[in-house]
């Protein structure tokens, strides 16, 4: 039995979870709504303030999608009671972030500014010139863009120049060493 898809999901007070056919589940809170459709083959239903998601047979596939099921509901939960949100550094001589209106505009280096237009149903938050924090009610979509703002400029393991998250560890090496 997976051990995740066994666990129970709670629901929290004012939240409210709707399942209809198709297993398309849609998740009301205080934060906004979440709408997803997961794979019919679970069953999911609902008993008084939890909700149970069980497998038809033990096939291999049955067993991956138990666990993701139940995980994918309990991160829909989560996010329209408190959200999700990724924190950003950006990190070297010149190097720094600034909001102009919905776009992240972003000096990294190269002979442009880097503009990012914000993406619907997301937060993005630039405090100081260096920190940015990306806040959402949908974990896909903060974790896409995060990494989506990332990619612009990752961390190099020489100087530790880029866009880092806030609690990635970069591996330095050691530059070279002159003649002797």
């Known amino acids: 039995m997976s051990r995740i898809g066994k666990m129970p999901i709670a629901i929290p007070a004012g939240v409210t979870v709707d399942i209809a056919e198709n297993n398309k589940v849609t998740v009301k809170g205080p934060k906004g709504t979440l709408e997803r459709i997961l794979p019919a083959e679970m069953e999911i239903k609902q008993e008084g303030e939890e909700i149970l998601v069980s497998r038809p047979n033990d096939l291999k596939k049955m067993k ?52 990012m237009e914000d993406p619907e149903g997301l937060e993005i938050v630039v405090e100081g010139q260096n920190k940015i924090i990306v806040k959402g009610i949908d974990k896909e979509k903060v974790g896409q863009y995060a990494a989506e703002i990332r990619e612009k400029r990752a961390p190099e393991p020489y100087k530790g120049k880029g866009i880092k998250y806030a609690d990635e560890v970069i591996r330095r090496k050691v530059g070279k060493t002159g003649k002797k």
């Open 64 to 115: 991956s999608l138990h666990g993701l099921t139940r995980t994918l509901i309990y991160n829909m939960v989560v996010g329209v009671t408190e959200g999700y949100s990724k924190v950003l550094e950006v990190n070297g001589v010149g190097y720094r972030a600034q909001k102009q209106g919905s776009k992240l505009v972003l000096s990294l280096g190269y002979s442009h500014p880097v503009e």
